[in-house]
């Protein structure tokens, strides 16, 4: 499998994909694309970096897994494709868009429009069977997302990082919480969310707001 990422990404990864970690993992992907039903698609893999250059990130929100349901997963974390039901997690991430900002509820959950506006959609694990979430989990993806994430800390400054959940704190232990904006609440996952852990974080709102203060455009969420 040819590792098909944007170039600005690539220059800063290169070392990454010559580790014997790496290169593992990338045995292992392609022999479960060859063998099993896989998502994302192998074109689609790389996707939050194709849509986000390093130069353009200004918000990072992390995810865990992709969708392991058919026609779900495209490479950007929370995010479907347009003609796919909106997740339940993704339906509450709107909701509270919509108590904090007054914008509108979506008719589609494609976050594609976030992520050319700066915001970089980060699966730790990047791929899964069908059917089987966390599946790909333990191969080397974590590794690989977790020098993403070291990568943007150490290289830029001013990035708002939206850590939802258990999980996605653990991951944000790299950055450098002196030189970025990070914002933590519990997962909008409808367990978490109706225990009151999410709703009312006002994470949009708080985003924008810092965007302005260093003199950057806000996300149109």
Same mark, same amino acid.
């Given at each position: 499998m040819n590792v098909n990422i944007e170039n600005s990404w690539r220059t800063r990864l290169e070392q990454e994909f010559d580790k014997p970690y790496f290169k593992s993992l990338i045995d292992f992907i392609e022999l479960e694309y060859e063998k099993e039903t896989c998502f994302p698609p192998e074109s689609e893999i790389f996707s939050a970096f194709d849509y986000c250059s390093f130069d353009d990130v200004k918000v990072v929100i992390i995810g865990?897994?992709?969708?392991?349901?058919?026609?779900?997963?495209?490479?950007l974390c929370f995010s479907v494709n347009k003609d796919i039901n909106i997740p339940p997690s993704l339906i509450n991430v709107f909701k509270e868009i919509e108590s904090d900002l007054n914008i509108p509820f979506p008719s589609n959950g494609n976050l594609t429009r976030w992520a050319k506006q700066g915001v970089l959609l980060l699966n730790a694990t990047l791929t899964v069977r069908a059917n089987h979430a966390g599946s790909h989990q333990g191969k080397g993806w974590e590794k690989f997302t977790d020098a993403v994430i070291r990568c943007i800390s150490d290289n830029k400054k001013d990035v708002v990082f939206l850590l939802w959940g258990g999980f996605a704190k653990k991951k944000g232990a790299k950055i450098d919480k002196d030189k970025h904006f990070v %914002?933590?609440?519990?997962?909008?996952?409808? %367990?978490s969310a109706n225990r009151g852990y999410w709703f009312g974080?006002?994470?949009f709102g708080k985003t924008n707001e810092y965007l302005k203060s260093t003199n950057r455009l806000p996300i149109d969420w």
């Amino acid at each position: 499998m040819n590792v098909n990422i944007e170039n600005s990404w690539r220059t800063r990864l290169e070392q990454e994909f010559d580790k014997p970690y790496f290169k593992s993992l990338i045995d292992f992907i392609e022999l479960e694309y060859e063998k099993e039903t896989c998502f994302p698609p192998e074109s689609e893999i790389f996707s939050a970096f194709d849509y986000c250059s390093f130069d353009d990130v200004k918000v990072v929100i992390i995810g865990q897994d992709p969708y392991h349901g058919i026609e779900q997963a495209h490479g950007l974390c929370f995010s479907v494709n347009k003609d796919i039901n909106i997740p339940p997690s993704l339906i509450n991430v709107f909701k509270e868009i919509e108590s904090d900002l007054n914008i509108p509820f979506p008719s589609n959950g494609n976050l594609t429009r976030w992520a050319k506006q700066g915001v970089l959609l980060l699966n730790a694990t990047l791929t899964v069977r069908a059917n089987h979430a966390g599946s790909h989990q333990g191969k080397g993806w974590e590794k690989f997302t977790d020098a993403v994430i070291r990568c943007i800390s150490d290289n830029k400054k001013d990035v708002v990082f939206l850590l939802w959940g258990g999980f996605a704190k653990k991951k944000g232990a790299k950055i450098d919480k002196d030189k970025h904006f990070v %914002l933590n609440s519990g997962h909008p996952s409808p %367990l978490s969310a109706n225990r009151g852990y999410w709703f009312g974080n006002k994470h949009f709102g708080k985003t924008n707001e810092y965007l302005k203060s260093t003199n950057r455009l806000p996300i149109d969420w």
